[in-house]
């Protein structure tokens, strides 16, 4: 049967939510922000609404910069957890209308509607609607829905139209669909890639449709050069999977005193690797990222992360991988207040082996998922920064 894959995203997903409580902020600039602590405007933006996307304010931008270009905007703090309910609610309803459904992001998910749909385009588009309805109704919110083959196209074209959009790309449209978009659009091609490529004379992605393998494999490597050559063909066969276990396991704790001594701090994070390393196992975790938080004297706070490749579950790798980072950073002269030690990516142990068997296999789908995890990275980069507060205070 014709697979059909649906990619449903909230519009403006966190400012959303906020309007949605406060009427009187509809029509005006809204801003998210996730305050640092430092000044009354230190911090960066989270999301905004569209009137204030008008005026040049994005996600992760200063807040102080954003203040500039919507001076009689509303500035709100962050709720995470009104949003993580929210999300809740919102992947529930879209579990009543597919089997198989995967949790992408905060505000994100792609759903397989092959069976639903009998593999007809049209029957899914009349899903889609019916769970872009329900949500409006149960939830007064609006989102954009891409409708393809594969994840990949489903991704690209729920960008299309949004807000409130309802894109469906059909097989054979994939070649006009991809066509003349510009490189940088491509899932997967970050700024450096899309640099490299427009140094290659690669600017649309019509034009790395038309780049051999060996090319690309060249100038990108083995895993990624493969993924580019697919990808610009509209090609992925990435399955939609249940994610079962997002998450994240974090210590975070205060020195007894501001210190610089780097001995002290290597000890103190090693015991908050072991602490967070028996909580994994105590619920039977492994993870695929590190992450280090040091917040310094004045409340300056700082993360770093590294992703694995496969999921691990040994005190060793936690252990090593905390050090370096610990290493790695520069207090600059500062002292320390607080560290803290968490893991993310977290899946059940022995659970599927997915993660290994993607990103190790030699299939198409393992490219692509190794990728995609790059991609998600970037993602996971933004959301390091929008948690901040949350994991640090
Ligand atoms: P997105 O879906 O990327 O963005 P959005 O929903 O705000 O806007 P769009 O209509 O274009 O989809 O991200 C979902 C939420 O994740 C977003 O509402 C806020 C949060 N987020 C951050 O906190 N920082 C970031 O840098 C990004 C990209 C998102
Ligand atoms: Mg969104
Ligand atoms: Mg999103």
């Given at each position: 049967?014709?697979?059909?894959?649906?990619?449903?995203?909230?519009?403006?997903?966190?400012?959303?939510?906020?309007?949605?409580?406060?009427?009187?902020?509809?029509?005006?600039?809204?801003?998210?922000?996730?305050?640092?602590?430092?000044?009354?405007?230190?911090?960066?933006?989270?999301?905004?609404?569209?009137?204030?996307?008008k005026?040049?304010?994005r996600?992760?931008m200063?807040?102080?910069?954003?203040?500039?270009?919507?001076?009689?905007?509303?500035?709100?703090?962050?709720?995470?957890?009104?949003?993580?309910?929210?999300?809740?609610?919102?992947?529930?309803?879209?579990?009543?209308?597919?089997?198989?459904?995967?949790?992408?992001?905060?505000?994100?998910?792609?759903a397989?509607?092959?069976?639903?749909?009998?593999?007809?385009?049209?029957?899914?588009?009349?899903?889609?609607?019916?769970?872009?309805?329900?949500?409006?109704?149960?939830?007064?919110?609006?989102?954009?829905?891409?409708?393809?083959?594969?994840?990949?196209?489903?991704?690209?074209?729920?960008?299309?139209?949004?807000?409130?959009?309802?894109?469906v790309?059909?097989?054979?449209?994939?070649?006009?669909?991809?066509?003349?978009?510009?490189?940088?659009?491509?899932?997967?091609?970050?700024?450096?890639?899309?640099?490299?490529?427009?140094?290659?004379?690669?600017?649309?992605?019509?034009?790395?449709?038309?780049?051999?393998?060996?090319?690309?494999t060249?100038?990108?490597?083995?895993?990624?050069?493969?993924?580019?050559?697919?990808?610009?063909?509209?090609k992925?066969?990435?399955?939609?999977?249940?994610?079962e276990?997002?998450?994240?396991?974090?210590r975070?704790?205060?020195?007894?005193?501001?210190?610089?001594?780097?001995?002290?701090?290597?000890?103190?994070?090693?015991?908050?690797a072991?602490?967070?390393?028996?909580?994994?196992?105590?619920?039977?975790?492994?993870?695929?990222?590190?992450?280090f938080?040091?917040?310094?004297?004045?409340?300056?706070?700082?993360?770093?992360?590294?992703?694995?490749?496969?999921?691990?579950?040994?005190?060793?790798?936690?252990?090593?991988?905390?050090?370096?980072?610990?290493?790695?950073?520069?207090?600059?002269?500062?002292?320390?207040?607080?560290?803290?030690?968490?893991?993310?990516?977290?899946?059940?142990?022995?659970?599927?082996?997915?993660?290994?068997?993607?990103?190790?296999?030699?299939?198409?789908?393992?490219?692509?998922?190794?990728?995609?995890?790059?991609?998600?990275?970037?993602?996971?980069?933004?959301?390091?920064?929008?948690?901040?507060?949350?994991?640090?205070?």
């Amino acid at each position: 049967m014709q697979r059909i894959v649906m990619l449903l995203d909230m519009d403006y997903f966190f400012a959303q939510v906020e309007e949605r409580g406060e009427p009187g902020l509809k029509g005006k600039p809204l801003i998210v922000c996730i305050f640092s602590g430092r000044g009354e405007f230190g911090g960066v933006v989270s999301t905004c609404n569209y009137e204030a996307r008008k005026l040049g304010v994005r996600s992760g931008m200063p807040i102080a910069f954003a203040k500039k270009k919507a001076k009689d905007g509303a500035f709100l703090p962050a709720d995470f957890g009104k949003y993580e309910r929210a999300s809740e609610r919102i992947m529930q309803i879209v579990k009543k209308y597919a089997k198989t459904t995967e949790q992408a992001s905060i505000d994100e998910a792609y759903a397989e509607l092959g069976e639903e749909s009998e593999g007809d385009f049209s029957k899914a588009a009349e899903i889609a609607q019916k769970i872009k309805d329900e949500i409006l109704q149960r939830e007064k919110l609006t989102c954009s829905v891409g409708i393809g083959e594969n994840k990949l196209i489903a991704k690209m074209a729920a960008e299309m139209e949004k807000p409130n959009g309802l894109t469906v790309v059909k097989p054979q449209e994939i070649g006009k669909f991809l066509h003349g978009m510009e490189v940088g659009k491509l899932f997967g091609v970050g700024k450096k890639t899309e640099g490299k490529l427009h140094a290659l004379g690669v600017k649309t992605i019509g034009e790395l449709a038309q780049k051999d393998l060996l090319f690309l494999t060249e100038n990108f490597g083995n895993s990624f050069g493969k993924y580019l050559f697919d990808a610009s063909k509209g090609k992925d066969d990435e399955p939609v999977e249940e994610r079962e276990e997002a998450g994240q396991i974090s210590r975070i704790a205060s020195f007894p005193k501001d210190t610089q001594d780097k001995k002290e701090i290597e000890g103190f994070v090693s015991r908050l690797a072991e602490d967070v390393f028996k909580r994994a196992g105590e619920e039977g975790m492994e993870f695929r990222q590190v992450t280090f938080t040091a917040i310094l004297e004045g409340l300056e706070a700082h993360t770093k992360s590294r992703t694995f490749e496969k999921y691990e579950s040994s005190i060793e790798v936690l252990q090593k991988t905390a050090m370096e980072l610990v290493r790695e950073f520069d207090l600059r002269g500062k002292k320390m207040r607080r560290a803290g030690v968490r893991i993310g990516m977290l899946q059940k142990k022995g659970k599927a082996g997915a993660g290994e068997k993607t990103n190790e296999g030699n299939g198409s789908a393992g490219r692509a998922a190794k990728n995609r995890n790059g991609a998600g990275n970037k993602l996971a980069g933004a959301w390091d920064a929008a948690q901040k507060n949350l994991f640090d205070f």
